[in-house]
């Protein structure tokens, strides 16, 4: 056993000196931190002759260092010294693209990084507004929905697609024009102690992991107007697996953490654990199977969320017709979570969707369909602090009455999509195998609704469950259910 632990420990080394290698000044290659040359070839020549030369660093000192696409390759480090901005060109054929317009490109490489306490900013409010001039003028041709360019025309500062032995550690992103950054179908990622700054646009998820293989996302901040962290599968024959997420903040204009908005694969054996979440719009853990994917074996602990407009929601969907998701082995534990009155985000730059307001609050949420249950999911010490306050005016389906509740297979998946729910606390629906051991609800206000609805779920047990009633009814209500205990 000792032996293995050393051999391991060595290679770790091997890898991680292959990416170091030799440091290379950036200045050697011609490149010029003033802020106006346009150095991407300067730089791009440097990352193939380190590459070409047996590996190392290229390390960027104090100044503003300007360019377009560049491509990283195996063993090269992009290393940015504290005072070091990677500026993004605000020229649009400055970039390329490859599926995705990015601003740092790596496909199919190996023992590659970024690193150092330095910045890139991809000015994304500015590139952004140049990208809409030169659709306007016909010279881009784009979808233009919504008035802004496709996500995948706007540069995103990382995009790295089939790659291996990957690391960004310490490096802050700020400003991007779509996603900040993504992993795509790459193995042993590394991320840690980076800050995420990004919200100069629309779609500005922090990080995106797609189809990955062994990743780590730890010690990190991420502000972002879009998703906090979110996982993906694009790909229906892939799986994002064996993801560990721990001890970071988020906040974000919509979820925390998110798997699923694409979930045509699936996603196996995450850990989620140490999260402070605060100042977001939607959940602060969305977990969708909605594009004929799996979720499966996943552990939530320890998160804590302020001033967040929702808890959890879990999610199967249909919306590939005839491609119903799965979603199995659920374990949440210890999670605190305060759901405010107002919107949560307002006031920062770009917020979520004022057409879902006013509304009364939506409980946190286990919605599955009718002939695709979610099953086997275990909530432990879950404390969830609402408003209250239920405005009758807003009333959406009565109790005796749930199934008129719509099941939207097809819609895109958020914790509102059901639009007014007969419970202010949990709403649990075709669902099996459920387990509630130490619930906390409470309402600052009186609540008209119940505080927890189940709907088609079979085989249910609740036990310490502390509730403030609205009222002298039960505080549960079970419809069409099977097999629900209360302890």
């Not at 380190?50 to 190392?56: A, C, F, K, M, R």
């Not at 290229?58 to 100044?63: K, N, W």
């Not at 881009?140 to 960004?168: H, M, T, W």
């Not at 196996?268 to 979440?277: A, E, F, L, M, T």
Request: proline share 3%.
């Amino acid at each position: 056993m000792l032996l293995k632990k050393y051999l391991y420990a060595l290679l770790f080394c091997a890898c991680t000196l292959s990416v170091q290698g030799k440091d290379y000044r950036a200045s050697l290659f011609g490149i010029y931190n003033d802020g106006v040359t346009l150095n991407t070839r300067s730089i791009q020549f440097a990352i193939d002759h380190i590459h070409q030369n047996g590996g190392g660093r290229l390390v960027f000192f104090v100044g503003r260092y300007v360019t377009g696409s560049i491509h990283l390759k195996s063993n090269v480090t992009l290393h940015l010294e504290e005072g070091a901005v990677l500026v993004g060109s605000l020229n649009p054929w400055d970039y390329d693209r490859k599926v995705w317009t990015s601003l740092i490109f790596a496909h199919d490489q190996q023992n590659i990084a970024i690193t150092g306490e330095g910045i890139i900013d991809g000015r994304g409010r500015y590139i952004a507004r140049n990208i809409i001039d030169m659709i306007h003028k016909g010279l881009i041709k784009d979808g233009f929905r919504f008035d802004r360019p496709e996500a995948e025309s706007r540069p995103v500062l990382v995009y790295f697609r089939n790659c291996e032995n990957v690391q960004v550690k310490d490096i802050t992103m700020q400003n991007s024009s779509s996603w900040v950054q993504i992993y795509d179908q790459c193995k042993t990622v590394e991320i840690d102690r980076i800050k995420v700054d990004s919200k100069a646009y629309w779609n500005n998820d922090g990080i995106d992991i797609v189809d990955c293989d062994g990743v780590t996302v730890t010690n990190s901040f991420i502000d972002s107007d879009d998703d906090g962290i979110c996982l993906k599968s694009h790909d229906a024959s892939k799986v994002c697996k064996n993801i560990v997420i721990k001890n970071c903040t988020i906040r974000s204009s919509a979820n925390g953490i998110k798997f699923g908005t694409a979930s045509y694969g699936g996603f196996s054996n995450v850990k989620i654990s140490n999260i402070k979440i605060y100042d977001t719009y939607r959940s602060a853990v969305t977990l969708a199977a909605v594009d004929g994917g799996f979720v499966e074996n996943v552990w939530v602990d320890s998160v804590q969320a302020y001033n967040t407009g929702n808890a959890i929601f879990l999610r199967i969907g249909e919306r590939v017709k005839g491609k119903k998701g799965r979603m199995e082995n659920i374990h949440i534990a210890n999670m605190y979570v305060e759901v405010p009155a107002t919107k949560p985000d307002a006031g920062y730059e770009y917020e979520g969707p004022t057409e879902d307001m006013p509304r009364n609050i939506s409980p946190a949420g286990i919605t599955g369909m009718p002939d695709a249950r979610i099953e086997n999911v275990t909530l432990k010490n879950i404390e969830i602090r609402y408003p209250g306050g239920g405005n009758k005016m807003f009333a959406g389906v009565a109790l005796d009455q749930l199934d008129k509740v719509p099941e939207k297979p097809e819609f895109y998946p958020e914790f509102s999509m059901f639009d007014e729910l007969p419970a202010w606390g949990l709403y649990i629906r075709h669902a099996k195998n459920i387990k509630v051991e130490g619930l906390t609800l409470s309402c600052e206000k009186k609540d008209y609704r119940a505080a927890v609805v189940l709907d088609d779920v079979h085989g249910a047990a609740f036990s310490k469950v502390k509730i403030t009633k609205p009222d002298k009814r039960d505080w549960i209500f079970s419809h069409k259910s099977t097999g629900v205990e209360k302890k």
